[in-house]
């Protein structure tokens, strides 16, 4: 049985430690906001609540479910993650691959790659931006939310870098076996690579998810708003002159910040789903014993 130092010990008594205050110092905000929003309206505006519910009450998330257009804007939003997310990793493949490639494999490379590195450093503008998205026909369709951002360059670097990392042996022994490009891609890059993509893909998740500029100023009607739009200018910026009686019925059980929390928690709670099921690829090395020597 192998012995363990003091030393050792201590060393992993610090550092469990030290994680662990990291950890609650993550979670425990989380679990005061849905306390927050879980407490009555007197509880919340006086400041009683802190890591459990005071007063316990629904009346915050039936005052922001009870909207259609709540729910009709997840779906807007729910569709352009969908779509937004598998437009962009198909692309950032399809770029990242080559790019990954010598300079004897693929001609110009470095001029390529530099013309990405480029629209990084510098940008047309928003007027640009939006004059281009205008002329395109996109504006006010669910298009717009998706095809101006569908290549986001700093996916490219991420996954390019990766690429470049995988041992050339196996994409050398798919050439052997009469394989080309295209399959060394998809059946051999692709597979290795499931950490980068993972992490890529939250990236793109949480970007499409929390955008929402974007959808301000490029959906007319705001029945096309995806949900953090709405939030911001539905929940956030309430108009109480547009109430309905139903609505200033639901508004007297809940104050400002209880059902400002209840936003924020249904904002994150979908990303605090998936993010459990693509942890598991942060940490595995699916590279090691890739290649048999």
């Not at 008594?13 to 927050?36: D, G, M, R």
């Not at 539905?234 to 109430?243: A, D, F, K, R, Y």
């Not at 609505?247 to 059980?253: H, I, R």
Request: aromatic share 14%; proline share 5%.
């Amino acid at each position: 049985m192998n012995h363990v130092s003091n030393s050792r010990r201590l060393f992993l008594l610090i550092n469990y430690t030290l994680l662990t205050i990291v950890a609650l110092l993550c979670f425990l905000p989380i679990v005061h906001i849905l306390a927050v929003s879980l407490s009555s309206k007197g509880a919340a505006t006086a400041g009683l609540v802190k890591l459990w519910p005071v007063d316990f009450t629904w009346s915050s998330y039936e005052y922001v479910l009870n909207k259609p257009q709540f729910l009709i804007s997840m779906w807007v939003t729910v569709q352009r993650v969908i779509l937004g997310t598998g437009i962009s990793m198909l692309l950032t493949l399809l770029v990242a691959y080559p790019l990954s490639k010598e300079p004897h494999q693929m001609k110009f490379r470095t001029a390529y790659a530099w013309i990405f590195v480029f629209t990084t450093l510098f940008s047309g503008g928003l007027i640009p931006w939006y004059m281009t998205v205008r002329d395109t026909g996109l504006i006010d369709t669910l298009w717009a939310l998706v095809i101006p951002g569908a290549l986001p360059v700093f996916n490219v670097i991420l996954l390019l870098n990766f690429f470049r990392g995988l041992p050339k042996e196996v994409e050398e022994s798919c050439f052997m076996d009469g394989g080309g490009y295209w399959t060394s891609l998809w059946r051999i890059y692709a597979p290795l690579s499931l950490p980068a993509m993972a992490t890529v893909t939250l990236f793109t998740i949480v970007g499409h998810w929390n955008s929402w500029f974007d959808g301000l100023i490029l959906m007319n009607s705001p029945e096309k708003y995806p949900l953090s739009s709405y939030l911001q200018t539905v929940i956030v910026q309430e108009n109480l002159s547009n109430m309905t009686a139903d609505q200033a019925a639901a508004m007297a059980d809940v104050s400002n910040r209880t059902f400002k929390a209840a936003q924020i928690f249904i904002g994150s709670l979908p990303i605090l789903l998936v993010y459990p099921f693509l942890q598991r690829y942060f940490v595995k090395g699916i590279v090691l014993g890739s290649v048999k020597g």
